[in-house]
Each structure stands twice: as structure tokens, then as C-alpha cells.
């Protein structure tokens, strides 16, 4: 079966929400989480699309000079149709960390992708692109990304600037051209995207506002692919989407989508290393539902400590043999004292590790995208591929790993912090009535 796509998360949370749009389409996918072996690519070589979770968001320009161009080699050799630089629909970023103009001029040299499509807008996320200005939801009510409660403030790449052409400028010198709204609406998408490219634009943002709209986009970018080299091209999950939506229409997949419903668990752990008011707010909702909530010293989790790890782990393992849910975390909103999303990644990530294989929980949510892909990485997992539906952007997921390690099917949750309503983790915890 030949490979359609293939995929590199920049954070770990990111990752597994393609993995969603993915399986729920009916494209049969595999997320790997280290480099795989050729026997473990052989195992799945049935699987149409195939991704690789990454930490590029929280990484230096630098770092991304030295690690990209190897993955992006990589992905090539596979000989996808497309290749994706995946990115959070919120497009934070800044030239010092998680530069995705730096992303851009990599992927464009590896893949020779001359004018690389860019797709940021995800409506199923509340992620709207309107004149090259991004928009998010938060509360019920849609903000200018600039504007926006969360994301204006946020404590590692706040957002400054709406206009993703401006944002992108203060991190790569290459020209950034826009399709916007007008065309879609008259149905010249390709010939504004052509134009762009012949005035030389090395990206193109696409606007995006509806499904009908990210349909047209879909097709866009399938048709600019060609058989000598994958095209390249960086977004959100809304690409995804877009993709999935054109290749239905156009008879590439499964007219249906299968159903993907998730069961219940019999106990739930979360772990949030997240300073977002969502995931506050859905803390303090599991408080009232009867969760045994713990808070965590971060500063001392993030600093090394073995200490702060073995008192954390003698505060949740009696709430977890017990049978209570249990949630640990390291804030609630903005933190007051400086963030290590690294550092206190790594701490959680040995904390659950720990925990899983001191209590037997089989079913664990992580909060937060720059800690829980460092998180998770101390795991050792394999891949992970796609269980079930939970609540848009935070599926459930099935890990896999070698069996000596006890983490052979453990049920994974990765959700970042602006996704999921108040009542996520019951939902994580109850299924969606599968």
C-alpha cells in the first residue's frame, strides 16, 4: 500500500491530534516516538500515514540546524506524497524557540518544495485564519491570537502578533504570501497560489474559516504534490483535515468514517505540567467531582530533585491503590516563579513511570505540550497508535513497547492546555460511550 503521508510533531500533544484526524478518517497511521528500527517500520507497513513525535517547539534554531535536516531525510526516503511540519494551530513560536521560519527553510532545502502551502487555521479546534490574521477560541468567544487570554500571556512564546506574515518575519528572511478569503470564495485558490509563487513567495499562509474552505485547501496541496519528491508543507491539524476532507470527495478514502468510540477505564491518572487557565479549570472541576488533586512542587521537580520525586510518588501511590482518580500537578494558570518546561518534563515523566509501575494504572492523561512531550520520552515507548475518541485535538491512545517494560498498551492521553472543555477528565475517564 503506498504511503499517502507522513508527519513530524513539533510537540508530542500535537502529534497525537493528527494521529486522531487521521484514524477517524479511516487512514490507517502509526505515531513513532523514537527512530524506528526497519522491523518495527515492518510491522505497520500496512499503515497509510506514518508520524514521528517531536520537541522541536521548545528547541533553539540551532538545535533545529543540527537534528532536522536528518529527520526530514528520513521522512523523505519513506517516499510519502506529502510530508508535514506539524505545528500547534495557536502557531506560537519566536525566533529563539520553536522557530517554524527556521522549520521553513530547512524542510524547503531537504524537499526541494520551492513554495511550501501553510495551513495554521483548524475549525474543529476553534482556529480560524481570516486575511492572514489568526483567531482563537477561549470561553465561548473568539480572539485575535494577540488578544488572546491565553495565549497573549503565554510564559514561553507569547503571542504578539496576529498577522502570521509579520510573526514569520521575525524569523526567517524568506518572503511569505497569503491566499486569503476572496479567493476561496471565488474559487481561484490555485491561480493565487501560482501567483504567489511566481512573485516568490517561499511560503504561502491559506485562509481558512469552514470546512468548505480547508476542503479547497486539501485539494490545493494534493494537487501541487508529484512523483519524483514529497511535497512539504507546515500546519496545524487543520492540514490534516483538509486532506482528509479533498481525498473523501475525491473517492482517495472511504466514503464513511469508521466509529471509533472509547470505553471506559477503571482508574485514571493525570499529570499536568501545564500553566494554561483551560487545563486550570478542568483541575478544579476533577477537585469537585471527588479526584484526589495534589499540587507539586515545580521548582523542585524541575530542579533534579530525586527527593521531590520520591515525596510526590508517597502523596499519589496511596490515592492510586486506593481506587481513586488521582491528578498531580504543578500549577493552576500562570505560574508565579519562572518555567522549566524541560527539566520538570523529565521529572514528571520519571514520576509516571514510577507510578505506573508501582500501582498498575493502565490508563494516564498528560497536560501540557512542551512538558509532556519531555515527559513522555522518558517512557522509552515505541509508537503510539490511536484507541479512541475522547474530545477534539486529545484522543485516546494505545502505547506500545517492548513487553519487558510493563508500558505494553498502557492508555495514553496527551492533551495540551488550551484543548478539552471543564469536564475533559471525566471524559477521559468514562469513554464517549464505547
Not at 58 to 83: G, H, K, Q, Y
Not at 208 to 237: C, H, K, R, V, Y
Not at 388 to 403: K, N
Request: with cysteine.
Amino acid at each position: 500500500m503506498p504511503l499517502l503521508y507522513c508527519y513530524y510533531g513539533d510537540d508530542f500533544t500535537g502529534s497525537t491530534d493528527v494521529l486522531e484526524q487521521l484514524a477517524v478518517n479511516g487512514v490507517s497511521s502509526v505515531l513513532f516516538l523514537t527512530a524506528p528500527t526497519a522491523t518495527q517500520l515492518a510491522r505497520f507497513s500496512a499503515c497509510q500515514a506514518i508520524g514521528f513525535a517531536g520537541d522541536a517547539r521548545s528547541r533553539t534554531p540551532e538545535w533545529m540546524s543540527v537534528n532536522l535536516p536528518a529527520i526530514f531525510t528520513r521522512m523523505r526516503d519513506l517516499a510519502p506524497a506529502i510530508v508535514q511540519y506539524k505545528v500547534c494551530s495557536t502557531f506560537d513560536s519566536a525566533p529563539h524557540r520553536g522557530s517554524i521560519g527556521r522549520a521553513l527553510e530547512i524542510g524547503r532545502e531537504v524537499f526541494k518544495t520551492t513554495t511550501v502551502p501553510i495551513g495554521i487555521a483548524a475549525p474543529h479546534l476553534g482556529r480560524f485564519l481570516l486575511f492572514g490574521n489568526l483567531f482563537a477560541a477561549a470561553g465561548g468567544e473568539v480572539y485575535r491570537i494577540d488578544r488572546h487570554p491565553t495565549m497573549a500571556h503565554h510564559p514561553a512564546t507569547p503571542m504578539h502578533e496576529a498577522d502570521l506574515r509579520l510573526h514569520l518575519a521575525g524569523q526567517t528572511n524568506l518572503a511569505v504570501g497569503l491566499v486569503d478569503l476572496r479567493a476561496f470564495q471565488a474559487g481561484v485558490v490555485h491561480e493565487q497560489f501560482r501567483l504567489q509563487a511566481e512573485g516568490g513567495a517561499a511560503g504561502v499562509l491559506l485562509d481558512g474559516l469552514d470546512a468548505g474552505m480547508l476542503q479547497q485547501a486539501g485539494q490545493l496541496i494534493w494537487e501541487l504534490t508529484q512523483d519524483s519528491q514529497p511535497l512539504f508543507t507546515i500546519g496545524s491539524s487543520g492540514v490534516t483535515a483538509s486532506l482528509m476532507a479533498y481525498w473523501r470527495s475525491a473517492g482517495i478514502i472511504a466514503a464513511e468514517a469508521p466509529s471509533l468510540n472509547s470505553s471506559a477505564a477503571d482508574q485514571i491518572l493525570i499529570i499536568s505540567g501545564s500553566c494554561s487557565a483551560v487545563t486550570a479549570g478542568q483541575i478544579l472541576w476533577a477537585k469537585r467531582q471527588g479526584f484526589a488533586c495534589i499540587e507539586l512542587d515545580a521548582a523542585a521537580l524541575a530542579s533534579g530533585s530525586g527527593q521531590a520525586v520520591e515525596i510526590a510518588m508517597g502523596l499519589a501511590v496511596p490515592c492510586l491503590r486506593s481506587g481513586r482518580d488521582t491528578v498531580l500537578y504543578t500549577a493552576l494558570g500562570a505560574p508565579t516563579g519562572l518555567t522549566h518546561d524541560k527539566e520538570l518534563g523529565l521529572a514528571l515523566g520519571r514520576l509516571l513511570l514510577g507510578l505506573v509501575r508501582q500501582t498498575g494504572v493502565r490508563r494516564v492523561v498528560l497536560c501540557g505540550g512542551d512538558t509532556s512531550s519531555h515527559a513522555v520520552q522518558q517512557l522509552n515507548l515505541t509508537a503510539l497508535s490511536f484507541a479512541g475518541i475522547l474530545s477534539p485535538g486529545a484522543p485516546l491512545c494505545r502505547a506500545h513497547a517492548e513487553e519487558a517494560t510493563g508500558l505494553d498498551g498502557l492508555e495514553l492521553v496527551l492533551k495540551g492546555g488550551q484543548i478539552g472543555p471543564e469536564d475533559f477528565f471525566g471524559i477521559a475517564r468514562q469513554g464517549n460511550g464505547g
